[in-house]
């Protein structure tokens, strides 16, 4: 059971807008430390996709977006692509754990 | 070019000990501080452990679940990280990343990632 609780999956059709949620506590995201998102494509290692709840990294196209409200956060991808079928993963600190703490990780599949 | 190159890893008994290494370039690896995460096969991703900078003493935390097993060090000279493993159990089979984390805050995010070294802890 992760610290960090994403849905296990989550899909669409190429062009549509999809959004995954990373719900924490009053331990991690809601004592205010960041929350990042990070991509792993099939067979390789994770990728940094947003930083700080919303910012992405020089690369990153903006068709990507975080946010975070409270002990959640959310991941947007609009204009969905064929090579955005990946997993992600979203991750911050835990005071309680004195630790980093990731969700499990949610399969996007692009229809 | 920034990369990190895991390497170490394979099949060990449970009860037994390896050590993994993280050769790092094209940064200032000396001011960096570096974490391992692991991920079992088919699973998601598990923080492990960090070691600080010099500067900040090569002050290392580690998970409940490597704690009191696993140790994290470095070698400046050689721009290494490491990552020594003991009494290893099968639950340990995973693929190791280390990863550099940008800043030194809690909330700073990691940007660099090496590609893993697999773990098999079986008999």
């Known amino acids: 059971q992760s610290v960090l609780t994403q849905p296990p999956s989550v899909s669409g059709a190429p062009g549509q807008r999809v959004t995954m949620s990373c719900t924490g506590s009053s331990s991690n995201i809601g004592a205010g430390y960041d929350v990042h998102w990070y991509q792993q494509l099939p067979g390789t290692a994770p990728k940094l996709l947003i930083y700080g709840n919303s910012n992405r990294p020089s690369g990153v196209p903006d068709r990507f977006s975080g946010s975070k409200s409270g002990t959640s956060a959310s991941l947007a991808i609009t204009g969905l692509q064929a090579e955005d079928e990946a997993d992600y993963y979203c991750?911050?600190?835990?005071?309680?754990?004195?630790?980093?703490?990731f969700g499990g990780g949610t399969k996007l599949t692009v229809l | 070019e920034v990369q990190l190159v895991e390497s170490g890893g394979g099949l060990v008994q449970p009860g037994g000990s390896l050590k993994l290494s993280c050769a790092a370039s094209?940064?200032?690896?000396?001011?960096?501080?570096m974490h391992w995460v692991r991920q079992g096969s088919g699973k998601g991703l598990e923080w492990v452990g960090r070691?600080?900078?010099?500067?900040?003493?090569?002050?290392?935390v580690y998970a409940a679940s490597a704690k009191g097993r696993f140790i994290i060090s470095r070698d400046e000279s050689k721009n290494t990280a490491y990552l020594q493993m003991n009494s290893l159990k099968t639950e340990d089979t995973a693929v190791y990343y280390c990863?550099?984390?940008?800043?030194?805050?809690?909330?700073?995010?990691?940007?660099?990632w090496g590609q893993g070294t697999l773990v098999t802890v079986s008999s």
């Open positions: 990863t550099r984390q940008r800043g030194d805050s809690s909330s700073s995010p990691y940007d660099y």
């Open positions: 070691i600080r900078s010099k500067a900040n003493n090569y002050a290392t």
């Open positions: 094209g940064f200032t690896f000396s001011g960096s501080t």
């Open positions: 991750q911050s600190y835990d005071i309680s754990l004195s630790g980093w703490v």
